[in-house]
Structures are given as C-alpha cells and as structure tokens.
C-alpha cells in the first residue's frame, strides 16, 4: 500500500495532494512542523487544503484551524487567534483564558502560553495528548509592512525546539509567492500550485453547475447545455477574468438563471427558442459590455444601504485621501478653531461659483495615501460629526482589509509607490460617495479642494 497516496480527491491536484499526504499523515506519524503552499490566487491551495485537513479532522486524526490572515494585519493578532483557536479545538473549560492569551505580547511569550495550555489540557486529561493540530495561514504575506511576515513563520517553524510539549503543532504557510517570506534558509517542505488552464477552470465550473441545478432534463443533456453556457460566457469575458475563479462564479450565478429559466419552463431545449446561442442573442443588452455587466454586479452586491455608518466614513476619509492634496489637511481636518474657521471663510466662496458636485478634472485621478493619513482624516471628520466613540485602530484595520477585499479600497504594490512604503488608494466613484456623505449627514463637499 502506498503510504503516501492521499484520501481524498480534487479535480487537476492530484500532485499537490501526495505530496500534503508525505509531509501531513498522521496515521503513519508523519507530521512536518512546518511547510509552505504557494501558487498564484485561485490555483486552489485554500480549498485543497481545506478539503485534505478537513477529511483528516472527520476521521478524529488531526485538530485543524484556518486563520484568514490578511483580516488579522498584525503579528500578535495572528498569535491571540492561533491561541484562542487551540483552547476552542482542545475544549478547555478555563475561566482565566482570555488572561492567559493576553500573556501573550510577541513572539517572545508566545511558547511560554502554548506550553502552558498544553499542560492544563494534560493535566485534565491524565496525560493523555491530544491529536496533532494544523494551522492553516492563509495569506500570511499580507501582513502590515512593519510587522515582518518572515520574522513570524521563522519563529512558529522552530516552535518544536523549545519544548517536547510542542512536538504536535503544524504550521502551514499560504502564500503566492514563497519569496515574498524569504523562508530559503529553512528548508522548508514546500507545495507548489499552477494556475488552471481555461479547459481545467470549465470542467470545475461545469461540476459546480450540475451539483447546484437539476432541471428537468436527461444528465447528459444538461451537462452539454450548461457546457455551452460555460464556453460563450467564459470566451466572451476572458480578457476581465483571467483564470480567476473567484471573479468567474458571481458572474455566472447571475447569468445562469437567464439562460436555464426558459429551459425549465418548456420542459427541453429546442434550438432557435431556448438554446444557448439564441438566448445569448437575446439577451445582448445584459451583455454587451464587460463594464456594464460588473457595475450590475456590483451594485446588486453591496447596497450602500446594508453597510455600517462607520465603513461608510472609512470609505468617506479614503476618498478625501485619495483627493485632497495632503498640504491642505491641517486647514481641512484641524481641530483648532482658527482652522476650521478659515475652512469655512473658504469653502464659503467656492460654493457661490462652482455647483457643490461639479468634480475639477483634476480630481478625476485618485492620488496614493499611506495608512496614518487615512486614520488622522478618518477620526477627525467623525469625531466632528458623532457622538458615538470610533472603533479602535486594530477593528479599524480589520474594517479596511475587509473593503480591500471587496476593492473598494485599493492596496498598492510597494513598485507602485517612491519610498517603497504601503500605500492605498481609494477606488470608488464620487456619485457612490456622495450619496455615502448624505447617507450619515456629512457635508463632503466643505473638505474638498478645488
């Protein structure tokens, strides 16, 4: 029998999978302290390892924890979560467990904390040990940049030499590319991932289809049927997908009841009435631009109504971010009366000559920010204008790696900005922020500079 053979199955990764059952088996004591997956976004790392973890936790082999690092933004939240998770996965009832996580200030006490749950855990266990437990970090990369990722991933992967109590511990270091960590010197087990081609990323979709839908037609139909869905609709936005898969799915979840609708309500396909083709033609007015079909998407996705008032101010302050020039912020954003009073004086004038929500052409480009700038605005203009307290700086933080998810603000490169530091832009339009700056009350159009 070959021990090295994985139990589970994911389309196109086989490879990827033998080698997780080399460095991760537990049935045959084979467990790496540490490895690296890396691979481009949407080359299935995430739901590969998912899926081989997570058939290992079913069968009582492993605990295993994923950890989204990219909402974590800091070395000692990642931390807190990887204790916290432990004490959840090992189901230790302790009154004191949130005193005893906050023990933990960096990565100097982080042993101390893991060892000593490990001896609650065996002391209320009468010696018996727990499973090994997998840490899935996922995106650990986009860290902060004065939080030094690498720093990090060296300290967990030699966790193990600080203590035999230790020895049950993986960490697994999700990345798309293993350079940005500079892990070489480690030698660490590493997996690496490939994008899907065009026909691999057809097959998946065209399983997620069949799986989701059963319509009123013989299998092998269907399949073809949504095969020809997949090829037009795919072909024809192939320049604004890539290979990306996550971009692809919403897109065609909204497409997709348009083209199977009339199927279902004629009970079969009949060409030049309901065939894929046909139904492309007749809907070109859905999709005759890639632009259009996103801004649908869009707007379907996140109402301006559905999100918080805070988030609505974040994204208020990265846009006066991205266009007031930073020269302007003390007379802007100041709290000292004479400021503000001179804001006022000006602002004064500039609306008796231009309409309030005529745009200079000059305001048409957003300008990079850097993170400090975006809070200063940010608790500024709140402050001015609530009464309730501003969250702190850390669900701050969380907040904006949400929207840089959703891309609505932007997180530039560090080839993208002179200076080499982190930098953010503000990618949402003005109609969306004006009606954001209605939405809670604020007079957007005092803190712009014409």
């Known amino acids: 029998m070959d021990t090295t053979a994985s139990p589970v199955d994911c389309r196109f990764r086989s490879d990827q999978l033998d080698l997780l059952a080399a460095y991760a088996n537990p049935e045959y004591g084979s467990m790496a302290p540490s490895m690296l997956v890396e691979g481009p976004s949407s080359s299935g790392k995430t739901y590969t390892l998912r899926k081989y973890f997570g058939h290992l936790q079913r069968n009582r082999q492993i605990l295993f924890s994923e950890i989204q690092c990219e909402y974590c933004l800091t070395r000692k939240t990642i931390l807190h979560t990887i204790l916290r998770n432990l004490i959840n996965l090992l189901d230790i009832n302790v009154q004191q467990s949130a005193e005893m996580i906050s023990k933990c200030d960096g990565l100097g006490t982080f042993v101390e904390v893991l060892k000593q749950i490990e001896h609650i855990y065996t002391t209320m266990s009468d010696g018996t040990r727990h499973p090994p437990v997998v840490f899935v970090l996922d995106r650990v990369e986009r860290l902060l940049p004065n939080e030094n990722s690498s720093e990090l991933c060296i300290a967990l992967s030699k966790a193990h030499e600080q203590s035999p109590a230790l020895d049950l511990f993986t960490f697994v270091y999700v990345v798309n590319r293993s350079d940005s960590l500079n892990l070489q010197t480690l030698a660490l087990p590493t997996i690496a991932f490939t994008c899907y081609s065009i026909d691999q990323i057809k097959d998946i979709l065209l399983d997620w289809i069949t799986d989701s839908d059963s319509p009123f037609l013989p299998p092998h139909q269907f399949r ?52 894929v083709l046909t139904t492309f033609q007749r809907n070109k007015s859905l999709l005759q631009s890639e632009q259009g079909l996103l801004d649908d998407l869009a707007s379907a996705d996140i109402p301006s109504s559905d999100l918080p008032k805070k988030t609505k101010y974040i994204l208020i302050a990265s846009y006066l971010a991205s ?78 790696a949400t929207l840089s998810t959703l891309k609505s603000v932007m997180k530039l490169k560090l080839g993208d900005t002179i200076g080499g530091g982190t930098k953010w832009k503000c990618n949402v339009n003005w109609s969306v922020i004006k009606k954001f700056s209605d939405d809670v009350g604020f007079e957007i159009e005092n803190f712009l500079i014409d």
């Open 224 to 275: 073809s049927f949504a095969r020809q869905f997949l090829d037009i609709i795919l072909d024809t936005y192939t320049s604004y997908f890539g290979s990306d898969i996550g971009l692809m799915v919403p897109v065609l979840a909204k497409l997709w009841p348009v083209f199977i609708n009339p199927v279902n309500e004629l009970g079969r396909i009949q060409n030049g009435t309901n065939d």
């Open 323 to 400: 266009y007031d020039d930073p020269k302007y912020d003390l007379i802007l954003f100041s709290k000292q009366r004479e400021a503000r009073s001179n804001r006022k004086v000006r602002h004064s004038k500039k609306k008796s000559t231009k309409p309030s929500d005529q745009l200079s052409s000059r305001m048409l480009s957003p300008q990079a920010f850097t993170l400090e700038r975006l809070l200063a605005i940010l608790h500024a203009i709140y402050d001015e204008n609530c009464d309730e307290p501003l969250l702190n700086d850390v669900e701050l933080l969380s907040e904006l």
